[in-house]
């Protein structure tokens, strides 16, 4: 019996070490089943991505500016160091009955450009600048002379619109952005409606769409006529431009919430909807939308500062068409902020004037 007790003892031995190999075994399978889950994850989130990105690229529109060669090299260069972004962004409207200057933006389809603005961000990607631009603003339109700032449209399209905001604020433009605004309209039903803080109340004139001070829900025709309205303001296109860029501020917020971003059929929804309503110039793909985005992640974007270019007062020109005369002083103070990324102190500086 006392020969068999070692033999015992190493049956103990081999029994304990199975079972320590045996949970060693079922915690690897673990951490490998575990670690196959982050790569399907991981794997798929990319695969996502991708196609989001192809889907936006082959539903939205791409316009080629194809600037002359004279035209380019009169363009303002930009130092290669400067990783600030300046995007014209625009909004075209097929149905409008209410603007003049009917115009083909790429030399192909009529679109008419009454809105538009300048968005500038800084080289720190700490926030976005959104500055309205009167469409009626008397400015110098290279080739043309003094006109109407949206009259550059009907003269050469959208290139020429670029050239004639560089020359004006002697910086040049990246990326240009244009979005018709229909797309409001599918933007904000896409969205499920869309909350701003409406200032005026009023309503859209030729509709029974009343719009009370406060919040207000957009949604479907109600969000179109609410940017687009003009004629129930005493300060017409400055509360237009406001109004329109109240509904951006929303629409982005609303987004880019985690309630979107999460829901992958609601963001193929999004794009499905809303990609053949905008234009963007062809080096501004979904890839480059992308990368921007994430750099901007931090951006709070119901406090983006957002404001209209101020003017120094209405005028008529000499063939007798009423004009907003632009403030040589506001031209040369933002021209130098562009320049120097500094739009932050000027703002401070300048604080815009309540609208």
Same mark, same amino acid.
């Given at each position: 019996?006392?020969?068999?007790?070692? @033999?015992?003892?190493?049956?103990?031995?081999?029994?304990?070490?199975?079972?320590?190999?045996?949970? %060693?075994?079922?915690?690897?399978?673990?951490?490998?089943?575990?670690?196959?889950?982050?790569?399907?994850? *991981?794997?798929?989130?990319?695969?996502?991505?991708?196609?989001?990105?192809?889907?936006?690229?082959?539903?939205?529109?791409?316009?080629?500016?194809?600037?002359?060669?004279? =035209?380019?090299?009169?363009?303002? *260069?930009?130092?290669?160091?400067?990783?600030?972004?300046?995007?014209?962004?625009?909004?075209?409207?097929?149905?409008?009955?209410?603007?003049?200057?009917?115009?083909?933006?790429?030399?192909?389809?009529?679109?008419?450009?009454?809105?538009?603005?300048?968005?500038?961000?800084?080289?720190?990607?700490?926030?976005?600048?959104?500055?309205?631009?009167?469409?009626?603003?008397? *400015?110098?339109?290279?080739?043309?002379?003094?006109?109407?700032?949206?009259?550059?449209?009907?003269?050469?399209?959208?290139?020429?619109?670029?050239?004639?905001?560089?020359?004006?604020?002697?910086?040049?433009? =990246?990326?240009?952005?244009?979005?018709?605004?229909?797309?409001?309209?599918?933007?904000?039903?896409?969205?499920?409606? *869309?909350?701003?803080?409406?200032?005026?109340?009023?309503?859209?004139?030729?509709?029974?769409?009343?719009?009370?001070?406060?919040?207000?829900?957009?949604?479907?025709?109600?969000?179109?006529?609410?940017?687009?309205?003009?004629?129930?303001?005493?300060?017409?296109?400055?509360?237009?431009?406001?109004? @329109?860029?109240?509904?951006?501020?929303?629409?982005?917020?609303?987004?880019?919430?985690? =309630?979107?971003?999460?829901?992958?059929?609601?963001?193929?929804?999004?794009?499905?909807?809303?990609?053949?309503?905008?234009?963007?110039?062809? =080096?501004?793909?979904?890839?480059?939308?992308?990368?921007?985005?994430?750099?901007?992640?931090?951006?709070?974007?119901?406090?983006?500062?957002?404001?209209?270019?101020?003017?120094?007062?209405?005028?008529?020109?000499?063939?007798?068409?009423?004009?907003?005369?632009?403030?040589?002083?506001?031209?040369?103070?933002?021209?130098?902020?562009?320049?120097?990324?500094?739009?932050? @102190?000027?703002? %401070?500086?300048?604080?815009?004037?309540?609208?």
């Amino acid at each position: 019996m006392k020969h068999d007790e070692p @033999q015992e003892i190493v049956f103990a031995s081999r029994s304990a070490r199975n079972v320590v190999e045996r949970k %060693k075994k079922r915690t690897r399978n673990v951490l490998v089943a575990v670690v196959a889950a982050l790569l399907i994850c *991981v794997l798929g989130a990319g695969y996502f991505v991708f196609d989001l990105q192809r889907q936006f690229n082959s539903k939205s529109n791409s316009l080629a500016l194809g600037f002359s060669d004279a =035209d380019q090299e009169a363009r303002p *260069v930009k130092d290669p160091d400067d990783k600030s972004m300046n995007i014209l962004m625009l909004g075209v409207d097929h149905a409008a009955d209410d603007s003049d200057g009917s115009a083909a933006l790429n030399g192909a389809v009529e679109q008419r450009s009454d809105s538009m603005m300048l968005v500038h961000i800084p080289e720190d990607r700490s926030q976005v600048y959104v500055m309205s631009m009167v469409r009626d603003m008397y *400015v110098d339109i290279p080739g043309y002379g003094k006109n109407k700032l949206n009259a550059a449209v009907s003269y050469g399209g959208v290139p020429l619109l670029m050239r004639t905001v560089e020359g004006l604020f002697e910086t040049k433009i =990246d990326h240009v952005a244009m979005v018709d605004f229909e797309g409001f309209k599918e933007l904000s039903t896409a969205l499920g409606g *869309v909350t701003v803080d409406n200032d005026i109340p009023f309503t859209a004139h030729d509709t029974d769409y009343f719009y009370p001070a406060g919040n207000v829900n957009l949604e479907g025709d109600r969000a179109l006529r609410f940017v687009r309205e003009r004629k129930s303001f005493s300060n017409g296109d400055y509360q237009r431009v406001a109004n @329109q860029r109240k509904f951006i501020a929303a629409a982005a917020n609303k987004l880019l919430s985690s =309630d979107t971003l999460t829901n992958p059929v609601k963001l193929y929804d999004i794009v499905d909807t809303v990609s053949p309503y905008l234009t963007f110039d062809e =080096d501004f793909d979904a890839a480059t939308l992308v990368g921007l985005g994430m750099q901007l992640k931090n951006v709070d974007t119901q406090n983006m500062a957002m404001f209209t270019m101020p003017t120094a007062g209405t005028s008529v020109s000499a063939d007798g068409q009423s004009i907003e005369l632009p403030s040589e002083l506001a031209v040369a103070q933002i021209g130098e902020a562009l320049q120097t990324d500094t739009m932050a @102190q000027y703002l %401070k500086e300048n604080p815009p004037e309540t609208e």
